[in-house]
């Protein structure tokens, strides 16, 4: 019976596999074009004020994979915006009167950002003055990060929508800045912000620290693993502030989450907080590690303070009880991040220890694909932690799911395109940099040049 049901064509489980096959995809690209013009920016700088070439040289190798990057994040932030018209058009109805201006400006802060990153890749050394080149970076850095700021506001939105009025069926009292601004918006927008430029800071040194542990060892691998780490650990400590307001968010306005993460069903004080585990069919923890008071205290700050649980809510309200495993993902995964970025700046404070020894080089090495690891679950534990809710109180998700026939076979389509830009993306990289070893670069006078010229 369970098979006959799930082969059943249904447009709302295809939309939702759609919507959620591309997001999983575009959001490697979309971390990736928000973090890394951070670290060029500081790379270019740290080379300005120290006139040192290595960090030039990382600011334009950097710039030239990003640029690859955000070829492809175009291609599937398209793809997006037309799968929430076409797969969820009862939704948009709602997003389109209430929610539409971050949407709008979003495309705005993107055609920002892309004609100062064209005018920036290609007017090296053409000016007197480094520092002009490097003011141009500026507003590259200000439109990716404001794009994924606009994006977050209509996520948080879906979380805690505000901002006008349902009166027989309509939307009244429409109010566009109250539901930008929505309680959602701080901690969202912090979050997603520092955790992009906390697994790009990981990503550029995993690359180095992959380079180091196949026997390279120039100073330019040691100059950019010491930018990327140090970086990594000041956007670690970030991501841990924001982690714990975020868990007071969901206290107050989504409880009902933060009790499906926790597998907390019963309302109490000294509320512990399970780590792991396995629930049996009677709701009962086996195996996991509980520590006493923690979640009242993610919740509420006090150890003594109540926490809502599972009791409370209607049960088809309640999200997916998985979600405490993803939940679990991230805590471990951002802890990690933040242990090892800290050891490598703390060995590289203290002369006695080495901080490119193989084993810490291997930890971060290992932190790369982590780190992107804890962005995906941490938008799937999002987005499954709303649920049944597209829009949490007013519209569940089968309700703005379209009824359309067809979403199948846009299904097969777009995983075809996503393989195709996948393969593509790899490929070029590949070819880009290992034809380009910058060992190469720092020999010859050609990277002085014209930037991308030599590719």
């Known amino acids: 019976m369970y098979e006959a049901t799930w082969l059943a064509y249904d447009p709302v489980i295809y939309s939702r596999l759609l919507t959620s096959m591309t997001l999983i995809f575009h959001i490697i690209f979309a971390t990736i074009g928000v973090g890394v013009p951070i670290m060029i920016a500081l790379a270019e700088w740290i080379g300005i004020k120290r006139n040192d070439p290595h960090y030039h040289l990382l600011a334009r190798r950097w710039a030239r994979g990003f640029v690859v990057t955000v070829a492809v994040g175009v291609v599937t932030g398209t793809a997006i915006g037309l799968q929430l018209s076409l797969l969820w058009p009862n939704f948009m109805k709602i997003a389109g ?3 539409a201006l971050p949407l709008f ?3 705005f802060a993107f055609f920002f950002e892309a004609i100062f990153l064209g005018i920036y890749l290609y007017t090296w050394d053409r000016f007197k003055s480094k520092m002009r080149h490097f003011l141009l970076l500026i507003p590259v850095v200000i439109g990716s990060s404001a794009s994924a700021l606009f994006i977050t506001m209509v996520n948080a939105f879906m979380n805690a929508p505000r901002g006008f009025d349902v009166e027989n069926g309509q ?9 930008m601004f929505n309680p959602a918006t701080p901690t969202k927008v912090a979050h997603v912000l520092l955790t992009a430029y906390l697994t790009s800071a990981f990503v550029l040194a995993g690359i180095a ?5 196949r026997g390279k060892k120039h100073v330019y691998y040691k100059k950019a693993l010491k930018l990327t780490m140090t970086s990594a650990l000041v956007f670690a400590i970030g991501t841990a502030i924001v982690g714990d307001l975020s868990g007071k968010y969901l206290a107050e306005y989504q409880p009902e989450k933060l009790a499906a993460a926790e597998w907390h069903f019963e309302t109490m004080e000294n509320a512990p907080l399970i780590l792991g585990g396995v629930l049996t069919e009677d709701n009962e923890v086996k195996y996991g590690l509980e520590i006493p008071y923690a979640l009242s205290i993610l919740a509420h700050g006090a150890p003594n303070s109540e926490v809502m649980g599972l009791e409370e809510f209607p049960e088809d309200e309640i999200p997916p009880l998985y979600i405490h495993y993803l939940f679990d993902s991230m805590v471990f995964i951002g802890m990690y991040l933040a242990v090892v970025s800290f050891l490598f ?11 490119y020894r193989r084993w810490l080089l291997r930890l971060i090495l290992i932190g790369a694909p982590l780190s992107m690891v804890a962005i995906e679950v941490g938008w799937i534990f ?9 829009l949490r109180g007013y519209m569940k998700t089968a309700e703005g799911a ?9 299904l097969i389509v777009f995983a075809l395109l996503y393989v195709v830009l996948a393969v593509t993306c790899l490929s070029v990289l590949r070819r880009l ?3 380009y070893p910058a060992e190469e670069e720092l020999k010859s006078d050609k990277w002085t040049g014209g930037g991308l010229d030599e590719l």
């Open 402 to 410: 379209t009824t359309s026939g067809s979403v199948d076979v846009m």
């Open 105 to 107: 400006m979003e495309t």
């Open 209 to 213: 620290a992959f380079s180091m542990l």
């Open 433 to 435: 940099f290992r034809h």
């Open 345 to 355: 700046v703390a060995a590289s404070y203290f002369r006695r220890f080495n901080p």
């Open 97 to 99: 009167q209430s929610i």
């Open 382 to 390: 999002a987005e499954v932690g709303r649920q049944p809710w597209i």
């Open 171 to 179: 939307l009244t009292n429409i109010q566009p800045l109250v539901a």
